[in-house]
């Protein structure tokens, strides 16, 4: 069970958004920033966005993130199926002095 | 631009002894730098567990539900940074990443990543 809760699954058409939330607690999402992590089958995490909603380095802008309270969320615009993946959200846990991870939401784009 | 090669590693690795795991940076010194050196396993099917990190200056620190289990260390004239974990379980079979860290003015962040070393615990 991950300390940050993600939906398992999302899916959404070629050229629709989809949203992928991040669910903490005050310990951790509330107070701490936020990265995000995409993993494209058989290969490593990739940094998505850092400190909530930055993006970095060869991302593009349909790629965004915001938080809000104990929730962030992802937000991917004109999907593309190059974009089917598993993302991740990731933040620092002070009362368990960690770094956490969510469980992953696997995004299809039928 | 920095880069992170794992090397490969014992793949199959028998119950209650130490896995190792071990990755190279190019592209930055180790030793350099405000940097974190991480390590990240993901079991099969699912997510991401941080295990632990060395500084630059040679202060590690680790998950505490491995922490009397696990070591990292680096050796700063290689530039590389080693994972090992002892008493494995099956429970410990994963694919195991490096990964730099950031850890500025406590923003917390992983990049880039190692390619990932498979490990099987298994007799």
């Known amino acids: 069970q991950s300390v940050l809760t993600q939906p398992p699954s999302v899916s959404a058409a070629p050229g629709e958004k989809v949203t992928i939330s991040c669910s903490g607690s005050?310990?951790?999402?509330?107070?701490?920033?936020v990265s995000w992590y995409q993993q494209l089958p058989g290969t490593a995490p990739r940094l998505l966005i850092y400190?909530?909603?930055k993006r970095t380095s060869g991302i593009p802008e349909r790629f965004s993130a915001s938080k809000s309270a104990t929730s962030a969320t992802l937000v991917i615009s004109g999907l593309q199926t190059g974009d089917e993946a598993d993302y991740y959200c990731?933040?620092?846990?002070?009362?368990?002095?960690?770094?956490?991870f969510g469980g992953g939401t696997k995004l299809t784009v039928l | 631009q920095v880069q992170l090669q794992q090397e490969p590693g014992p793949g199959l690795v028998k119950p209650s002894q130490t896995l190792s795991v071990t990755c190279t940076v190019s592209?930055?010194?180790?030793?350099?730098?405000?940097?974190?050196w991480s390590w990240i396993r993901q079991r099969p099917g699912k997510g991401l567990e941080w295990i632990g990190y060395?500084?630059?200056?040679?202060?590690?620190s680790y998950n505490p539900s491995l922490k009397t289990r696990v070591s990292i260390s680096a050796d700063t004239t290689k530039n590389q940074f080693s994972l090992r974990l002892t008493s494995v379980t099956a429970a410990d079979t994963a694919m195991y990443f490096c990964?730099?860290?950031?850890?500025?003015?406590?923003?917390?962040?992983?990049?880039?990543w190692g390619q990932g070393t498979l490990v099987t615990v298994s007799s």
């Open positions: 990964a730099r860290e950031n850890r500025d003015s406590g923003i917390i962040w992983f990049d880039p």
């Open positions: 592209g930055g010194s180790i030793r350099s730098g405000s940097w974190y």
């Open positions: 060395i500084y630059s200056s040679g202060t590690a």
């Open positions: 005050s310990s951790n999402v509330e107070n701490h920033f």
């Open positions: 400190e909530d909603n």
């Open positions: 990731g933040t620092w846990d002070y009362s368990l002095s960690v770094v956490v």
